[in-house]
């Protein structure tokens, strides 16, 4: 495949793991790299206040591993300045190659604060964020959105006008309107009418659960590269399937439930505070559990332990005999 560039960064190959806030923090990076990776990594959902007021290099959502590279930071938040300074502050770092900015998130908490998606009807702030932002940063800088409103025929061109003159330096699509949540099936049909109308180069995002989804997407919208979010939560090794799959090869077998368990729980013990060992084991069960037919009852019987070391003792024994099945995988409309 051919690699992505953005503003001199090589994304090869071109598959990139979604930001996703609890999820992508440095141990689930780094399972994702030990199953061979993907051609950009993203931390979790930054928040541009506790950036702000807290110094980076001491934040556990800001901790950056060995094999996670190249390495994106996304920010969300509503106050131009504030996020200026929080860039200022993860570009002093030195540990990230590319900086993003959330328009995309459709959670009710996040809304409530005015970020994320709900940025999209506020196309005048989000152009003094987006200029604010380049000002001060050296690196490629990038956006990830939802749809706007559809009701608006022109609201595609003004954005992406908007875009370009704040210098952004990439796209990633996401095809719903922050309403839809997970419940519709994505419009892939709008990634390629983004393609169609700019020379950013676009990465397709929603409704990837196989790797030959991934394939159809970039087939049918002519995106530079696909980001995959909830089917690399349920299987952190789908990077490395849907290279095989491009090479036109047999996919690799796949890992054994209870190895990825222990693997997953040694690099939270690794890399994460006892503090957050807890909900981050919660959230990985919680997907890693839609794999299997009675994945809801597995998932019941392991959130009832009471402490970390219980709950990846009873997964090991509950998912001892299982296989991961075929793809596609079938994810929970949730996230």
């Not at 051609?39 to 800001?62: I, K, V, W």
């Not at 919660?282 to 037919?293: D, K």
């Amino acid at each position: 495949m051919t690699p992505l560039e953005i503003a001199g960064l090589k994304v090869d190959p071109p598959w990139v793991l979604a930001p996703m806030a609890g999820h992508t923090h440095v141990a689930f990076r780094e399972l994702v790299a030990h199953f061979g990776g993907c051609g950009l990594f993203f931390t979790e959902m930054l928040n541009s206040r506790a950036l702000c007021a807290h110094d980076p290099r001491r934040d556990p959502y800001c901790l950056v591993g060995v094999r996670d590279r190249p390495l994106a930071a996304q920010v969300a938040g509503n106050d131009p300045e504030k996020i200026r300074r929080a860039y200022q502050r993860l570009q002093a770092m030195g540990s990230f190659d590319l900086f993003d900015f959330n328009l995309g998130c459709p959670r009710g908490a996040v809304q409530r604060y005015g970020w994320g998606a709900r940025l999209l009807n506020r196309m005048d702030l989000c152009r003094e964020i987006l200029t604010a932002s380049r000002s001060v940063l050296k690196r490629p800088f990038g956006v990830k959105m939802r749809t706007p409103d559809r009701s608006d025929p022109g609201v595609w061109d003004r954005w992406l006008e908007m875009l370009h003159h704040a210098r952004v330096d990439a796209l990633v699509v996401h095809p719903r309107l922050p309403q839809d949540l997970f419940k519709r099936p994505a419009r892939w049909e709008e990634i390629a009418c983004v393609v169609r109308r700019t020379s950013l180069p676009v990465v397709g995002n929603g409704d990837i659960f196989s790797p030959q989804d991934a394939l159809r997407m970039m087939e049918r919208t002519g995106c530079r590269a696909v980001m995959v979010g909830r089917a690399a939560l349920m299987r952190p090794w789908i990077f490395r399937d849907i290279h095989a799959y491009a090479q036109g090869g047999v996919l690799p077998p796949a890992p054994e439930p209870v190895e990825v368990i222990r693997l997953y729980w040694d690099l939270l013990q690794q890399w994460l505070p006892e503090t957050l060992h807890d909900n981050r084991l919660r959230l990985f069960f919680f997907w890693l559990c839609q794999n299997f037919p009675y994945g809801t009852h597995y998932f019941g019987q392991i959130r009832r332990q009471k402490t970390p070391k219980e709950m990846v003792r009873r997964a090991c024994v509950l998912l001892a005999s299982e296989k991961f099945p075929h793809y596609p995988l079938r994810p929970l409309n949730s996230y």
